[in-house]
């Protein structure tokens, strides 16, 4: 699988938003960029995934380079619940196994 | 809601005791689940897919016969750690998708196994 680079650890002011880098410049053409999140002793949570345009939902919004090989989730207005560790990670559109690999993700502080 | 469902929430356990965890999808069905296991301030590490029907498939390092996978029907998987010791004491996690391509997983809350 393609990999993912990410900073370690980010902190954030509250109501301020947050840019949340990921460089994947091994990405092939195939390759879905996907971000998930992990609350403090909960599973991961779907959070945004695209593969060349840029993405909007209600949770975030998702930045794709137009080389693809980086990407930003932004967060438009960081609360305290929005702490937790974010994964970047790159998913086969052909995988029909559907599994993820996960990296060390990036830690997001957020101060009142 | 919770579209994966997983229990139980919390385990401990005795030195030897063989443990139980069920993963169910709650609203669609899941040809195939996922099994992760995640240590403290670590990533979550695959452990193993779960293929309803067949055998599981299981990543390098992971024992099959400690961990018990079973994938009966559509819309439940079970992982059971057997004679589990200490060192198994981690939080175990279940995820699954409708199936299809890119749809995202849907993850459960976890299991954390604590032996003593």
């Known amino acids: 699988d393609a990999k993912t680079t990410q900073p370690n650890s980010m902190e954030s002011n509250e109501e301020e938003p947050v840019h949340l880098p990921c460089n994947h410049s091994?990405?092939?053409?195939?390759?879905?960029i996907h971000w998930y999140r992990q609350l403090p002793s909960q599973g991961p949570e779907y959070v945004i995934h695209g593969l060349t345009s840029n993405v909007n939902n209600r949770m975030a919004s998702l930045a794709i380079a137009e080389d693809r090989k980086s990407s930003t989730l932004i967060l438009h207005r960081a609360t305290l619940r929005d702490a937790a560790v974010y994964y970047c990670?790159?998913?086969?559109?052909?995988?029909?196994?559907?599994?993820?690999?996960f990296g060390g993700g990036t830690r997001l502080m957020v101060k009142p | 809601g919770a579209v994966v469902s997983q229990h139980p929430s919390w385990v401990i356990c005795k030195s030897g005791t063989s443990v139980k965890i069920e993963c169910r999808s709650l609203d669609f069905q899941a040809t195939t689940m996922f099994w992760y296991r995640q240590f403290p301030k670590q990533s979550l590490m695959l452990m193993a897919t779960s293929n309803e029907g067949s055998k599981a498939t299981y990543e390098q390092g992971v024992e099959k016969d400690k961990f018990l996978i079973n994938h009966a029907s559509l819309t439940l998987s079970t992982l059971t750690v057997t004679s589990a010791h200490p060192e198994d004491s981690s939080f175990y996690i279940c995820s699954a998708s409708p199936g299809v391509s890119n749809q995202p997983q849907h993850f459960g809350d976890g299991t954390r196994l604590s032996i003593l």
């Open positions: 091994t990405i092939s053409g195939t390759d879905y």
């Open positions: 990670i790159l998913r086969e559109s052909n995988n029909a196994g559907n599994m993820l690999t």
